[in-house]
Structure formats: C-alpha cells, structure tokens
C-alpha cells in the first residue's frame, strides 16, 4: 500500500513544459489585442484633440476677420476698399483706427494695422486661401458698384473654413 505523503508528493508535481508554453501563448495573445485597444483608443484621442485645436483655432480667425469686415470702411475720405482677389483686402474701420488689412501669405492668413504696422497672425498653415467680393448696384448711384459681401474661405488641415460679410456701409472697389 501507498503512503499518503506518497500521494500527496504525486499531486503537487510541477507544470509541464507544455503547460507553460501553453499558458503563455494564451498571455501573449491576451496582451497583443489589449495592445491594439490601447493604441487605437490613444490614435483616437490624439486624432480628436489635433481636430478640436484645429476648430478653435479656425473659428478665432473667422470671428475676428468677421468682426473686422462687418465695420469696415472706405479708405481716406472716399467710399472705396482695395481688395487683391485671393490675395488681401485693404481698408478702413468704422471702429477702429487707421488701416487694416486682412491677407494672406507664406500658408498665413494675417491682419496688418496701419500700412507698414505690425501684422497679427489670425490662422497658420493654411494650405489654400480665396477672397473675393460680390458687387451690384444698391444705392441709386450708376458711377459704382457697391460691395454687397465679402468672401473668405481657406484650408488648413485638410479641413475648409468659410465665411461670408455683410458689410454695414455702402463701399465700392
């Protein structure tokens, strides 16, 4: 007959080779997909953060842009503006002294102060940029057209921002 310190030596035996090796195949496929979970979900994050930075930064730029254009004003003691189409539009403000100009170049959208004064810089990295102006006739006088919105749009981002003006004043180009 058996002893039970035998039997008891005999069921506490050690794993095997191949339980191990078993184990950590389970373990190794285990963490590889907890893995991709954990990078997809930082991917993501990372994807929504850069895209949110992107949106505030954009809409910064089109709300002081719009606030700028909805006041301007012609410039010295006439009704007119100078606008470069895709390039920039020169004016003044109802509101704010000197002249101002809103541009772009260098992948910059920027609003100058003054001519030859310091340029603020609205929105970076900006991949494409369009201005343009619509124009007809609003106030009785056929000697020229009025401004009746301004139009900005530009890329950044891969993303495309608009925005439309309506000035408060009767100017022509």
Known sequence: MRSTTERAARSQ??????EVIIGMVILGVIASVGAF????????YTQT???????LKADAALERMSIELRDLDGLGTGNSVTV???TSITYESTVLPGTRTIGHGSGVIYLQTSSGGTQYTL???????RLW???AEMNG???YLEITAVHISFVAGGKTFS???LPRQFLHL
């Open 133 to 135: 102006v619509d124009t």
């Open 141 to 143: 006088d056929t000697t």
């Open 84 to 86: 470069v189409t895709d």
């Open 49 to 55: 953060r850069e895209a949110s930075d992107l949106a």
């Open 37 to 44: 979970f954990f990078v997809t979900g930082i991917k993501g």
């Open 163 to 165: 925005l439309q003006v």
């Open 13 to 18: 035996r050690g794993m095997t080779l191949l």
């Open 123 to 129: 929105m970076d990295g900006v991949t494409a940029f």
